[in-house]
């Protein structure tokens, strides 16, 4: 709390502070809408109370509101520019948003107001583990090569990336990595072996399914299983206003990858590349597909060890150029985990805090069916992030338990519910209304995608599908209401 880090602040009046006390317990009991209500009450009675927008900040940010846990914060800053809590506090929201670099940032100024503060240690100390998956700095002919760098839309340098991250940091996906043992592990680690056997040694693959389930993480798996570098392409950096320079991004690229086999070039959000979407500098693009399919084809006559890996949660918004069968060889989907997945989830997630002995891994599996890895890894961060909340305001430990992670479950939801009916019209249909003359007219819009690609994407449509039947809907809805409340 703001207050106990060694900055004298002008103590509360005792009504705002009988308010705050409550708050705090309704906190520990996991009813942050009351506490929020009761935070506000105290920072009406004293405009100045810095704690009570801490603590607003943190029922926020567990709440996902992350807009207005960002004001609390901000606030505290302005009152007490000098804590370290609302810096920790920030970090917190940036990394909950994905913005790793942004955390980063905000827990070193925490340290830097206090040295010594735990919470942000501990966090600082888990985010570089985490960002080290795509660490810059290999050596590149005698060259250490941090960044790319990029002067007047020309790429004159390429950054390689190296990773740690192993497919002992992946759970579940065992089919999945099963076919990437085969097909690129083997032809990276023991080239001699699939040559026996003619099979050519380099591919195309792409990683297709909804988000948060480990696409980009296996990528980064496959660089730190055959410690093979890798090239992130980032197509914001590869496309270029002035024409040529595009081509010429994409052919260093290329050209770097081909002087360091075997490596691997990685495509994350492919479907950023290409005509398909509306409002991109339509020409450009249409060039760096150009250039990219003759890489590609490069690649094809001549394999040897250059691995091309693309990944997408929106397959309908790839160029159909880079769709056309033969150009990506395999499509490997990656679905949201199964029961048995969620499980070990919620296990790997949870294996360095302390938890009660009365955790249910059973049970928090089947109180989150349909959600994401990524929505049960925020479960378990945010239930980890309260009790150290907690245990900060009482000065008592107490370990994670069962209440902690289902009040998680219940405040997050499934980041995918949304996401299926997002992209249903995307997939399905749509219907569309239009006022002509006064009268409403309703057409449906067939989906997006050509009979060929729903053949390609099968598993991932089917799911689609699956996850926007009425029926499954509901069925999914008793068995987590069952899993949260009753069992
Ligand atoms: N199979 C998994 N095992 C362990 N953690 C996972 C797994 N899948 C996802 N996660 C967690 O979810 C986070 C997001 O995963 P990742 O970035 O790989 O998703 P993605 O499939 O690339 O999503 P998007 O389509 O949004 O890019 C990871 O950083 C990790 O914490
Ligand atoms: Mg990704």
Redesign the pocket.
């Known amino acids: 709390m703001a207050s106990s880090k060694g900055k004298p602040v002008n103590t509360p009046p005792a009504d705002a502070k009988e308010v705050y006390d409550q708050a705090g317990k309704l906190f520990e009991e996991n009813k942050f809408d009351e506490a929020i209500a009761l935070y506000t009450q105290a920072i009406e009675k004293y405009p100045d109370y810095s704690s009570a927008y801490f603590n607003r900040a943190l029922s926020y940010a567990l709440q996902s509101e992350y807009e207005k846990a960002t004001n609390d914060a901000m606030k505290v800053m302005e009152l007490e520019p000098n804590a370290p809590d609302a810096p920790y506090v920030m970090g917190v929201i940036s990394e909950y948003q994905q913005d790793m670099d942004g955390a980063k940032e905000w827990y070193e100024k925490s340290l830097k107001n206090n040295p010594e503060y735990a919470q942000a240690k501990d966090r600082l100390k888990m985010l570089k583990e985490k960002m080290k998956g795509a660490q810059p700095g290999l050596k590149a002919k005698g060259e250490e090569v941090t960044q790319t760098v990029v002067e007047e839309g020309q790429i004159k340098k390429v950054a390689w990336f190296t990773s740690d991250i192993t497919f002992k940091?992946?759970?579940?996906?065992e089919k999945q990595k099963q076919l990437i043992h085969d097909n690129i592990i083997l032809a990276i680690t023991k080239p001699q072996l699939l040559q026996a056997y003619g099979k050519k040694l380099g591919l195309g693959v792409i990683f297709y399914?909804p988000?948060?389930?480990?696409?980009?993480?296996l990528v980064r798996a496959i660089a730190g299983e055959t410690k093979a570098k890798f090239i992130v392409m980032h197509i914001n950096e590869i496309v270029d206003m002035y024409a040529g320079n595009t081509e010429k991004n994409l052919h260093a690229v290329f050209e770097q990858a081909r002087k360091n086999a075997p490596c691997i070039v990685f495509a994350d959000?492919i479907d950023a590349l290409g005509t398909k979407r509306e409002g991109e500098q339509q020409g450009n693009m249409r060039m760096a597909v150009n250039q990219f399919l003759q890489e590609l084809d490069g690649v094809e006559k001549n394999p040897e060890g250059i691995f091309i890996i693309g990944?997408t949660?929106q397959p309908w918004d790839m160029d159909p150029a880079l769709k056309r069968p033969g150009r990506f060889g395999e499509s490997v989907y990656?679905p949201a985990p199964k029961y048995k997945d969620r499980r070990e989830?919620f296990r790997?997630n949870t294996r360095k805090m302390p938890l009660s002995k009365f955790v249910s891994f059973g049970r928090l599996a089947r109180a989150t069916w349909g959600f994401s890895?990524?929505d049960i890894?925020s479960i378990c961060d945010k239930a980890a992030l309260k009790v150290a909340a907690e245990e900060d305001r009482t000065g008592k430990k107490r370990p994670i338990g069962m209440k902690d992670l289902m009040a998680m479950v219940k405040e997050g939801g499934s980041s995918l519910d949304e996401w299926y009916a997002m992209v249903k019209k995307e997939v399905i249909s749509k219907t569309e209304t239009t006022i002509v003359e006064g009268k409403k007219q309703e057409t449906i819009k067939e989906g997006r995608l050509t009979p060929e690609e729903k053949q390609r994407y099968k598993p991932m449509i089917k799911d689609i599908k699956k996850n926007l039947n009425p029926v499954n809907i509901f069925v999914k809805k008793v068995m987590r209401f069952w899993a949260v409340y009753l069992f």
């Not at 988000?211 to 993480?217: D, E, H, M, V």
């Open positions: 940091d992946i759970v579940g996906m399914g988000p948060g389930n480990g696409k980009t993480l959000e990944a949660n990656m989830a790997y890895m990524a890894f």
